[in-house]
Every structure is written in structure tokens, then in C-alpha cells.
């Protein structure tokens, strides 16, 4: 079984339309749908914004459901010049750019608990979603490192602190909990973004115009990625 999660409904819904045999289980408040997608068998899950809602959410899934690998879709900020709207990310490790205990004398970044700054993602699943963002007309895919925090990046110079300090190609607010809570678990997952817009002072215009077009892009991504495995 493979677990997807969204933070968002559009995030989420054109894996659930095209899914068989749905069932649905509500868990901490969250709704998971089981079924088929294309004779495998998926559990699916919005999470809501932010990493707090995103870790429980993985938590949840893999003590109910045990998946065996958990893959989060969904919309970020591009942080890279090669990566252009409705371009796709894959992240090949996640961070945490708001997690800062520098003045213990830690490296910006580092988790406590699992102490990392990098958290890495299963190489199957990357080179998997890699390979299926290829067969998608007109979209390319970037493999890189993915940041996570609690903030809406909308500010040039948020946008270059967190390429400088993390070599980052995207940012967005759920990935690197999720990373975090399935490394933890010992479960394989991937992390994708679509852009949806360039973390800059125009992101919030650039966001809901672009919103549906980069979610449809991920979603096609996971039914090939799912196909696939």
C-alpha cells in the first residue's frame, strides 16, 4: 500500500476521483480513504497546513494503515532559477528552515531527536518519481533539497536566506515534518512539489492563479508513480 498525503484538497482530489473500492475512516479528526488506484491499493489523507497537522497526519496513517511507503504531494515555492511554474521538485532530502537551536551551538537546521539537518528521502521512490516526472509532457523535474517551515515565503530575502543557508530548490510547509515522522518509523516516502510560485514579493498573487494548474501536475505525477511501483 502506498500512502499519499496533501495538505490541501486540491492537493488530493484527482487521486480520489479516479480511485476504485473507496472506503473511508476518519482518524484524529483526519479523513483517510482507502481503495485501488489503477489496481493498487492506496490510503489518501489531507493533513491541513503546517507541519504540526502534517506530522500527525503521517503518524496516524502509518500506525492504522501501514503503508509501505508514504509519498507527500503537493504545491511549493521555487527557490531555484530552473524552476519555473508548473515545474516539479523532487526532493532527494528535506530540511526544516525554521528549526534553530544555533545558540546551543547547533548547525541551523539541526533535529534534535534523529540529529540531522538533512533528512533523506528513500532513493527508489526518488528515482521512481524522477523517472515518471520524464514521461510528463511539457514538465521538468528538479531533484534537490526540499525546505519546510510554519511560513508562507512571500519576501526576497526569506527566499535567499533559506537557498543560501540550505541549498534549496523549493520551499513549502509540510514536507520535512512528514520526512520526519516516516525516517523515524523506518518507512520509505518521497516528497514532490509543483510550483506554484516563486517565494518572492509576487507569491501572492502568483499562488491562486497558479494553484490548480501545479496541483493537476502533481497529481499526475503520483497516478504515474503509482502505476509504476
Same mark, same amino acid.
Given at each position: 500500500?502506498?500512502?499519499?498525503?496533501?495538505?490541501? /484538497?486540491?492537493?488530493?482530489?484527482?487521486? /480520489?476521483?479516479?480511485?476504485?473500492? $473507496?472506503?473511508?475512516?476518519? *482518524?484524529?479528526? *483526519?479523513?483517510?480513504?482507502?481503495?485501488?488506484? #489503477?489496481? $493498487?491499493?492506496?490510503?489518501?489523507?489531507? =493533513?491541513?497546513?503546517?507541519?504540526?497537522?502534517?506530522?500527525?497526519?503521517?503518524?496516524?496513517?502509518?500506525? $492504522?494503515?501501514?503503508?509501505?511507503?508514504?509519498?507527500?504531494? &503537493?504545491?511549493?515555492?521555487?527557490?531555484?532559477?530552473?524552476?519555473?511554474?508548473?515545474?516539479?521538485?523532487?526532493?532527494?532530502?528535506?530540511?526544516?528552515h525554521d528549526m534553530d537551536t544555533s545558540p546551543l551551538g547547533d548547525p541551523l537546521g539541526f533535529i534534535s531527536g534523529i540529529n540531522v539537518v538533512n533528512i533523506p528521502c528513500d532513493e527508489? *521512490?526518488?528515482?521512481?518519481?524522477?523517472?515518471?516526472? &520524464?514521461?510528463?509532457?511539457?514538465? $521538468?523535474?528538479?531533484?534537490?533539497?526540499?525546505?519546510?517551515? !510554519?511560513?508562507?515565503?512571500?519576501?526576497?530575502? %526569506? %527566499?535567499?536566506?533559506? %537557498?543560501?543557508?540550505?541549498?534549496?530548490?523549493? =520551499?513549502?510547509?509540510?514536507?520535512?515534518?512528514?520526512?520526519?515522522? =516516516?525516517?523515524?518509523?523506518?518507512?520509505?516516502?518521497?516528497? *514532490?512539489?509543483?510550483?506554484?510560485?516563486?517565494?518572492?514579493?509576487?507569491? #501572492?498573487? !502568483?499562488?491562486?492563479?497558479?494553484?490548480?494548474?501545479?496541483?493537476?501536475?502533481?497529481?499526475?505525477?503520483?497516478?504515474?508513480?503509482?502505476?509504476?511501483?
Open positions: 500500500m502506498t500512502g499519499i498525503i496533501g495538505a490541501m /484538497r486540491i492537493e488530493v482530489e484527482t487521486i /480520489r476521483s479516479l480511485m476504485e473500492n $473507496k472506503r473511508s475512516e476518519v *482518524v484524529g479528526g *483526519v479523513e483517510y480513504i482507502t481503495g485501488t488506484l #489503477h489496481g $493498487k491499493e492506496v490510503v489518501t489523507a489531507v =493533513c491541513g497546513i503546517g507541519k504540526v497537522a502534517a506530522a500527525m497526519c503521517a503518524q496516524a496513517m502509518i500506525l $492504522k494503515f501501514a503503508p509501505e511507503r508514504i509519498i507527500n504531494t &503537493g504545491v511549493g515555492g521555487s527557490l531555484s532559477e530552473k524552476l519555473a511554474i508548473g515545474d516539479i521538485a523532487v526532493a532527494e532530502s528535506l530540511v526544516q527508489k *521512490v526518488v528515482d521512481t518519481l524522477v523517472a515518471c516526472v &520524464g514521461k510528463l509532457d511539457g514538465i $521538468k523535474a528538479l531533484k534537490g533539497v526540499i525546505a519546510s517551515g !510554519d511560513q508562507f515565503i512571500a519576501d526576497a530575502a %526569506k %527566499k535567499d536566506f533559506i %537557498k543560501s543557508n540550505f541549498n534549496a530548490v523549493v =520551499c513549502e510547509m509540510e514536507g520535512a515534518s512528514i520526512a520526519q515522522v =516516516c525516517y523515524t518509523n523506518g518507512v520509505p516516502f518521497g516528497v *514532490v512539489r509543483a510550483v506554484s510560485d516563486c517565494a518572492d514579493g509576487s507569491s #501572492h498573487m !502568483d499562488y491562486g492563479e497558479f494553484l490548480p494548474m501545479a496541483a493537476a501536475s502533481a497529481a499526475k505525477l503520483i497516478e504515474s508513480f503509482v502505476m509504476s511501483i
